[in-house]
C-alpha cells in the first residue's frame, strides 16, 4: 500500500462520474491496444480513479502501474461521447500518487529527468556532455560493452539522440515582411531551441513572411508541461507564471510549434487563477499559419503526416497541418495509417516506460513503411525524436520534420 486516502489532489468525482462505461474509447487506446487489459483501458483507469475517490481502495502499487502506464495521449477523449476530461483526471491521480513518490525502480531517472528537462540551460549543458561522449569514441565503446543492458531508462535515452546541432541564437525581434498584419510571440521550447533550433528560426521565418513581427523574449523558460504531466502541479504553476510574465502583454497570439507545450499552455487558464487572457492567445503555428498567405514553390516530395496526440487530441488541430501542406505544389500527401496512434513518446514517457514505447514505436514504423513515403511530418519535438529513431534502428529510409521546415523549403523555392 503506497497510499491510503485520495487527499486534497483527488480528480473530481462528478467529472469521473460522466464515464458511462460504454467503451467505445477501447480501441483508440494505445496501451489496451497493446496489451488487451481492460485496467489499462480509459474505462478501467476511471473505474480505479473512482474506487479510489470513493474509498472502496487505495492507491496501491497495482492502481499505480495501470496509472503509470498511461500515455496521457487523450486518444480517449476524442473518442469519448460523454466529454470525460480524462486529461484532467489523470493530472489530479498523478498529483495524488506524486505525495507517495515514484516507484524505487524510477526515483533516479526521475530525479535526473525533472532536475534537467525543465531548465533550458541545465539541458543545453547535458546536450554538451552528450555530444562529447559521442564525439569521443566514447559511445561506441559503451554501446560495445552491452553496458546499458541493465539501465533501460538511460539506454532509451541514449539511444533517442543522434546528433546535437550548433546552437544558433535567436534575435529579440524580426520585422514582418511586407505589410504587417500583427504581433506575436515565439515559444523557443525546451528540447526545441536545442535539438531543433531550426524550426524555430524556420517558425520565425514564416510568420514574418506571412506579415507577423515575432518578439522572442531570450528569458523564456520552460512551458511547465512535463511537470503538469507528472503530478508536479506545484512546479507547473510557477513555470507558467515565469512564462506569461516573460511576453509583453499586448501580443496578438504566443506562437508554439510543439503540441505538448501549446496543449499545456492552452490550458493554463483552466488551472491557474488570472493565466486565462494569457492561454487565450496561444496558438499552434499550423493555426496561425493556415489563416495567412504564403508564398510557396513546389516540392517534389510524397509526404505521410503523423498527428502528435497533443495537437490532435490535445488541441484537435488536424485540417491545418494538412491544409498547409496540401498549399505546396508538387507535394503529395499520402494517407498514414493510425496516424493519430501515439508514437510512444509522449514527453518523458519513452524514458519512463521503454516497453510500451518501443511496442507503440514499432507499430507505428510499420504503418510508415506502408506508405512508401520518404518523408514523414510531425508536429512535435518528442514524435521527431522517437519516430527518427525508430527509421535509424529499423533502417527505414524517412526523413522525420516538422510541417514548418517543409513550408520553409518551400517559400525559398518561391520563384515570385
Ligand atoms: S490518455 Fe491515452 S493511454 Fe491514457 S487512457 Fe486515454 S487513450 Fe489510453
Ligand atoms: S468512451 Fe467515455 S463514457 Fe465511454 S467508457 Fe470511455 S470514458 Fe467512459
Not at 498567405?293 to 498527428?307: E, I
Not at 505546396?328 to 508514437?343: F, N
Not at 514523414?376 to 519535438?381: C, D, E, I, K, L
Amino acid at each position: 500500500m503506497r497510499a491510503d486516502t485520495p487527499g486534497a489532489e483527488a480528480p473530481d468525482l462528478a467529472e469521473i462520474r460522466k464515464c458511462v462505461h460504454c467503451g467505445i474509447c477501447l480501441p483508440q487506446c494505445p496501451t489496451y491496444r497493446v496489451l488487451g487489459e481492460e485496467m489499462d483501458s480509459p474505462r478501467g483507469r476511471i473505474y480505479l480513479m473512482r474506487a479510489a475517490a470513493e474509498g472502496r481502495m487505495g492507491l496501491t502499487e497495482t492502481f499505480q502501474r495501470h496509472i503509470d502506464l498511461c500515455l496521457g495521449c487523450r486518444a480517449c477523449e476524442t473518442a469519448c461521447p460523454s466529454g470525460v476530461m480524462f486529461g484532467s483526471l489523470l493530472e489530479a491521480t498523478r498529483a495524488q500518487l506524486r505525495r507517495a513518490g515514484p516507484p524505487p525502480s524510477q526515483r533516479l531517472l526521475r530525479a535526473f529527468v525533472f532536475s534537467v528537462f525543465p531548465w533550458p540551460g541545465r539541458l543545453g549543458a547535458a546536450l554538451g556532455v552528450f555530444k562529447l561522449y559521442k564525439r569521443s569514441g566514447l559511445r561506441r565503446l559503451v554501446r560495445a560493452s552491452g553496458l546499458l543492458r541493465g539501465l533501460p531508462g538511460l539506454a532509451a535515452m541514449e539511444a533517442l539522440l543522434d546528433d546535437v546541432p550548433a546552437a544558433t541564437p535567436m534575435p529579440d525581434v524580426i520585422r514582418a515582411r511586407g505589410q504587417s498584419i500583427g504581433r506575436v510571440g515565439l515559444l523557443t521550447g525546451c528540447v526545441q531551441r536545442h535539438l531543433y533550433a531550426n524550426v524555430n528560426h524556420d517558425t520565425a521565418r514564416l510568420l514574418s513572411l506571412a506579415g507577423y513581427e515575432v518578439v522572442i523574449p531570450s528569458g523564456q523558460g520552460c512551458c511547465g508541461a512535463l511537470e503538469l504531466h507528472a503530478g508536479r502541479t506545484d512546479a507547473h504553476e510557477a513555470r507558467a507564471r515565469a512564462l506569461a510574465a516573460a511576453f509583453p502583454a499586448d501580443l496578438d497570439f504566443i506562437v508554439t510549434n510543439a503540441a505538448g507545450c501549446g496543449s499545456a499552455m492552452k490550458e493554463y487558464g483552466r488551472r491557474i487563477s488570472g493565466l486565462a487572457p494569457f492561454a487565450a492567445r496561444v496558438r499552434d503555428v499550423t493555426e496561425v499559419l493556415a489563416g495567412a498567405a504564403l508564398p510557396l514553390g513546389p516540392l517534389d516530395l510524397t509526404v505521410a503526416y503523423h498527428d502528435a496526440c497533443h495537437l490532435a487530441h490535445g488541441q484537435r488541430l488536424r485540417e491545418e497541418p494538412r491544409q498547409l501542406l496540401g498549399r505546396i505544389p508538387g507535394l503529395r500527401l499520402v494517407e498514414l495509417g493510425d496516424s493519430d496512434l501515439c508514437c510512444g513518446s509522449a514527453g518523458v514517457y519513452n524514458l519512463l516506460e521503454p516497453g510500451m514505447a518501443r511496442a507503440l514505436l514499432e507499430r507505428k514504423l510499420t504503418r510508415i513503411a506502408e506508405t512508401g513515403a520518404r518523408v514523414v511530418a510531425a508536429a512535435n519535438p518528442g514524435c521527431l525524436l522517437q519516430i527518427a529513431r525508430g527509421c535509424r534502428e529499423r533502417g527505414l529510409d524517412v526523413a522525420i520534420v516538422h510541417p514548418v521546415e517543409l513550408l520553409a523549403r518551400a517559400a525559398d523555392a518561391y520563384q515570385g
